[in-house]
Nanobody
């Protein structure tokens, strides 16, 4: 599985960005696509995920500001980030987890999001 992420950049606080992640390869019928982020000096953390069935999960700091969506036919997921804050500054990583019939965990290259105050 290969993941191609795009859409990071520099934005002022209060602004918006949209990240995209296109997946290719052996994507199984039951899977999750999601975004993680890692700020300098911190561990990588889950931001949001969405199942192939459309179930969404968000980290508490982004609830109400970020929205994750996907198009199963295109194997693509998007993360719409609104009301960005300086603490959202991090490298964002796209992730795909195949769940069934076999487990697999795949990562895309990171894309830097910088939010200036």
């Amino acid at each position: 599985v290969q993941l191609q992420a795009s859409g990071g950049g520099l934005v002022q606080a209060g602004g918006s960005l949209r990240l995209s992640c296109a997946a290719s390869g052996s994507i199984f019928s039951v899977n999750f696509m999601g975004w993680y982020r890692q700020a300098p000096g911190k561990q990588r953390e889950l931001v949001a995920s969405i199942s192939n069935g459309g179930s969404r999960n968000y980290a508490d700091p982004v609830k109400g500001r970020f929205f994750i969506s996907r198009d199963n036919a295109k194997n693509t997921a998007w993360l719409q980030m609104d009301s960005l804050k300086p603490e959202d500054t991090a490298v964002y990583y796209c992730n795909l987890k195949n769940i069934a019939p076999r487990y697999g965990d795949y990562w895309g290259q990171g894309t830097l999001v910088t939010v200036s105050s």
